[in-house]
């Protein structure tokens, strides 16, 4: 009996030893590899999604959370945001190339891990465009499932765990969960040497986008953009064009439910994107009759960011669709004082006094 204790003290010692390496050679990769202040990893966002998402858990402070594709990212940054609105702990969970179905999956996420006296009292602010409706974007269920901190029950995503105790499980783990894939490429590298064969080829490095401060360090040719955006995949995404208004308006009627308001904000974009665009086009002449079905809900409020000049001068953007710091900046100074515009024309109450749908936003 002693013999057997003793070997399960020693299994118990050396698996706590482990542990520590790992976690010390956790906080080690994520200073090595953490990228520029700027960068955007697109493939990355989705796996890490499972990992930041829980952090909100941690306080029962009312949440200001931004979602939107790689552009609500950039312009919208939680260090601007936190000092204009200081009564909600402010988080940005945009996902870069995310289209309206993956906005509505981090909605069904939050919906589980918040606990209603949160939701009620938090602000979700959702930056749509043109690829808002028209992409084709990953699948952020797929990529909560890919994590195993979720699985699928045929009729969505459940953690694995009691949805109240998903971020002290991802505390835990995360070590585990970070190092994962680092460890096995170099599993799978000190394997192909020893096998006397060349590695499987890697995928292409994901796309990045570096913002570097305030200067543009890729000048856009546009006849290029444009060209590029008018071949036949990315005419295809006109395909998906309708499912895309409905869950706009899916949505609006799942923050209805769940609580929280929702402010939808059209995002700017260059004015020479705006002008040769096609798909922008297509987008301001169709979203009308969607966004009054939307605002039909009370808890939904719309922002047009697009009637700023200010906010869509080129100078300002580093490529046909980034913000630049110098356009973060200006975003979220406006968000604020459109929405303070709100407030005080409604007495408290943008949506009840109809200033959103009066205020000449569409």
């Given at each position: 009996m002693k013999s057997i204790l003793r070997q399960a003290g020693l299994l118990v010692v050396f698996a706590a030893l482990w542990y520590l390496i790992l976690y010390a050679g956790y906080y080690i990769y994520e200073e090595w590899t953490r990228p520029p202040v700027d960068t955007i990893c697109f493939v990355e966002a989705y796996r890490t999604l499972s990992l930041d998402a829980c952090r909100l858990q941690r306080n029962e402070r009312p949440k200001l959370i931004v979602l939107g594709s790689s552009n609500a990212l950039f312009g919208f940054r939680p260090d601007e945001l936190q000092p204009l609105f200081p009564q909600y702990e402010a988080a940005n969970l945009s996902l870069p190339g995310s289209n309206m179905t993956d906005t509505r999956q981090v909605i069904e996420l939050l919906e589980q891990l918040l606990p209603a006296h949160v939701k009620d009292k938090?602000?979700?602010?959702?930056?749509?465009?043109?690829?808002?409706?028209?992409?084709?974007?990953?699948?952020?269920?797929?990529?909560?499932?890919?994590?195993?901190?979720?699985?699928?029950?045929?009729?969505?995503?459940?953690?694995?765990?009691?949805?109240?105790?998903?971020?002290?499980?991802?505390?835990?783990l995360r070590p585990v969960l970070v190092l994962n894939r680092p460890l096995k490429n170099s599993l799978s590298f000190f394997h192909s040497l020893s096998s006397n064969r060349p590695a499987a080829a890697e995928a292409a490095p994901p796309a990045v986008i570096r913002q570097p401060s305030g200067e543009k360090i890729v000048q856009i040719d546009r006849n290029q953009w444009k060209q590029r955006t008018d071949n036949t995949d990315s005419r295809c995404r006109f395909e998906n064009e309708e499912r895309g208004f409905?869950?706009?308006?899916?949505?609006?009627?799942?923050?209805?439910?769940?609580?929280?308001?929702?402010?939808?904000?059209?995002?700017?974009?260059?004015?020479?994107?705006?002008?040769?665009?096609?798909?922008?086009?297509?987008?301001?002449?169709?979203?009308?009759?969607?966004?009054?079905?939307?605002?039909?809900?009370?808890?939904?409020?719309?922002?047009?960011?697009?009637?700023?000049?200010?906010?869509?001068?080129?100078?300002?953007?580093?490529?046909?669709?980034?913000?630049?710091?110098?356009?973060?900046?200006?975003?979220?100074?406006?968000?604020?004082?459109?929405w303070e515009d709100f407030s005080v024309a409604a007495s408290g109450d943008p949506h009840d006094s109809g200033a959103v749908q009066k205020s000449g936003l569409f």
């Open positions: 938090s602000l979700f602010v959702i930056g749509i465009f043109y690829g808002s409706v028209y992409g084709n974007g990953h699948n952020v269920n797929e990529a909560l499932v890919e994590s195993r901190l979720y699985r699928w029950n045929g009729d969505g995503i459940r953690p694995i765990v009691p949805a109240q105790r998903v971020d002290l499980l991802v505390r835990v409905e869950e706009l308006v899916r949505v609006c009627d799942l923050i209805q439910s769940c609580g929280g308001k929702l402010l939808l904000v059209d995002l700017p974009l260059p004015e020479w994107h705006q002008n040769v665009s096609e798909y922008h086009e297509k987008y301001q002449a169709q979203k009308q009759q969607h966004l009054a079905e939307a605002l039909r809900y009370p808890s939904v409020y719309y922002v047009n960011l697009l009637e700023n000049e200010k906010l869509c001068d080129e100078r300002n953007y580093l490529d046909a669709t980034h913000p630049g710091p110098v356009a973060a900046t200006l975003w979220s100074k406006t968000l604020r004082q459109r």
